[in-house]
């Protein structure tokens, strides 16, 4: 290689050149006040990950004008430590390929850390388990995808009692946007600076074919708005449920609860090609109370996979049935379970109303304060607060509500010795 290639490599490898300024942090005192959070919200494939893994590089390594000292304790919290690990650390656009060689972190993964040469150190948490940051103390911290995290709140909370090194701990969360009650207040919040990008932003390194494909199908819609143009979007006028509500329906844990189910809505099909299968699990106390505590839904598997799911389920929460809906299939849900695991009691549910007519006591309820989420299911709720009198929710049938639907109602509409639940 002679001087003239190196050169150009040196500047391809340049993140101040070639990064889009949604990218790049802003000023370390923006607006005259120095910021503590970065809060970089955008669309699939807007390229937040590139500038998270940028961004810790030059803590790191103290890259001015990004960094103007070394960063000997870094967090990286993802929604779970795979997640970390597979975008954050080894993906395309992680950790790991944007450094040169030279500078490159060694990773543990044994250890779940990053080490530099110089001495600096990188840990990897999951939100799943926001204990794990109590204790550890950092100069930055990297969370990605916050707007999905089950315990968000708990994570958030313990790692800004852990950014206390260094002279002016900040912190970057690169996530696509949900309406949830913590990211709007961290909007709201006068120590954060906002940066948005649309997917369209990052277009040049995007294939075709996707954007073609994608923006074709979604450019729009609520998803789309939410997904690709990175906006955060409230309640829909006629929803059964509102974020409000929601949120104010939340708790940290459930008590002990006198019955516990596990419902399931069947998909009428198998396959890669298959519509998901609802799998919630909710309980109920002697007073009444029902409590979500479980979405294990899937989606494009075989019968037998969705069957093998929720009695791993039932087994894990020592329920007492699962409650299937046998409007697609038949008796066909029931003998797969039965294949499975005969020992497994199951209770079939015919629906002889329409999605909404269903769900309408089951709101009920929610309003009454009779139903809580022990933390968070953000998809699931996603679907709620997007379920309208069409009974789809974004354009698509709401598998996880249903099976929500059907829990609550066995344990509330169901009298404990009645061997069928009445149709909704």
Known sequence: ??????????????????????????????????????????????????????WVRAQALGL????VEKAARIALVGETEHDVREVMIEGVSGLLSVHAWHERPT?????????????????????????????????????????????????????????????QPRQLITTTPRPTALLKRLIADPSSVVTRAATRANAHNLAPTFLQTVMGRYQGTRLGRQELDGEIIEDRPDALWSRALLEACRVSAAPALQRIVVAVDPPASSGKRAASCGIVAAGVTEAGICYVIADD????????????KAIALWHR?????????????????RTVINEVDPAVPVTKVH???GKWMRAEPVATLYEQGRVKHA??????EDEMCDFGVSGLSSGKSPDR????????????????????????
């Not at 001015?64 to 960094?67: E, G, K, L, M």
């Not at 899937?298 to 069957?307: E, I, K, L, Q, R």
């Not at 929460?317 to 299937?324: G, I, N, P, S, T």
Request: a negative charge; proline letters at 6%.
């Open 297 to 308: 839904t899937v989606s494009g598997v075989t019968p037998s996979d969705w069957a093998m």
């Open 401 to 424: 509500l249903d099976a929500l639907v059907w829990a609550i109602a066995s344990l509330v509409f169901q009298p404990r010795s009645g061997p069928r639940i009445r149709a909704l």
């Open 375 to 380: 933390g968070s299911f953000a998809a699931l």
């Open 317 to 333: 929460l020592r329920a007492d049935v699962l409650v299937v809906e046998v409007n697609q299939g038949g008796d066909m849900a």
């Open 64 to 67: 001015p004008p990004f960094a």
């Open 107 to 167: 990773w543990l993964p044994s250890r779940k850390r990053l080490e530099w040469s110089d001495g600096q150190v990188a840990q990897v948490f999951s939100a799943e388990d926001p204990q794990s940051l109590r204790g550890p103390q950092f100069c930055c911290a990297w969370s990605d995808e916050m707007a999905k995290w089950r315990y968000a709140e708990a994570a958030f909370d313990m790692l800004q009692f852990g950014l206390r090194l260094g002279a």
């Open 1 to 54: 290689m002679n001087a003239e290639d190196g050169d150009i490599d040196e500047i391809a490898a340049n993140w101040t050149i070639f990064s889009h300024r949604h990218q790049r942090p802003p000023d370390l005192a923006a607006n005259g006040n120095p910021w503590l959070t970065w809060l970089m919200i955008g669309g699939r494939g807007a390229g937040k990950t590139r500038a998270g893994a940028e």
């Open 351 to 353: 629906a002889s109303r």
